[in-house]
């Protein structure tokens, strides 16, 4: 087992022109140490690696909640994308994040530091054919946060699933639940 380059990254929370399609161009083809450190840089050793030596990659991008691992992930996927030429239409890091809303529904809630913060891991997969094109994602996700069904601190939310099928229990397909409004489910709601 091999540790690579390890990047700490800090979210502004403010949108930066640090991550267009030129500075994408920037970092395709550069060794890793030419640039600035980078997400962009840290895929680029990944992809170079994995077509160098045919073999399987992985980035982790792990932090606090509110940190930016989804954005990081989005860019990463972006990346792969933009040098692998991609032959898709429409990106493909939009298709996986879009792939399963119902997952983030069930796996998002308002914390103190983030209003759709996921309380869930997620390991996606990206598959690439010989010409190193991406043909493919699989995205897998776990809960982590299970006690938040039951029990919100102060100030938090309960998983965006339960609201939105409160705001819907009206709707004929959902009257069988008998939810009513979400202020009325004292259990399942702070």
């Not at 930066?16 to 395709?28: K, N, R, V």
């Not at 996986?96 to 996606?124: C, H, M, Q, W």
Request: with cysteine.
């Amino acid at each position: 087992l091999a540790v690579g380059i390890i990047l700490v990254a800090v979210n502004p929370y403010k949108q930066l022109p640090i991550y267009g399609d030129a500075i994408i161009h920037a970092y395709s083809g550069q060794n890793m140490g030419d640039m600035d450190p980078h997400i962009f840089a840290v895929a680029e050793e990944a992809y170079k690696q994995m077509a160098r030596n045919n073999k399987n990659q992985s980035i982790i991008v792990s932090g606090e909640s509110g940190a930016g691992k989804t954005v990081s992930a989005r860019y990463t996927m972006r990346y792969f994308a933009t040098v692998s030429k991609s032959s898709s239409n429409a990106h493909v890091e939009d298709k996986v994040l879009a792939s399963n809303p119902i997952t983030e529904a069930v796996g998002n809630a308002k914390t103190t530091r983030n209003d759709n913060s996921s309380r869930f891991g997620k390991y996606t997969e990206i598959s690439f054919d010989q010409s190193y094109q991406i043909i493919g994602a699989n995205m897998r996700t776990y809960l982590l946060e299970k006690s938040r069904v039951v029990f919100q601190s102060e100030n938090e939310r309960n998983y965006h699933i339960f609201y939105q099928l409160c705001a819907s229990a009206m709707q004929p397909e959902y009257e069988h639940l008998k939810l009513g409004k979400s202020q009325e489910n004292n259990l399942l709601f702070a």
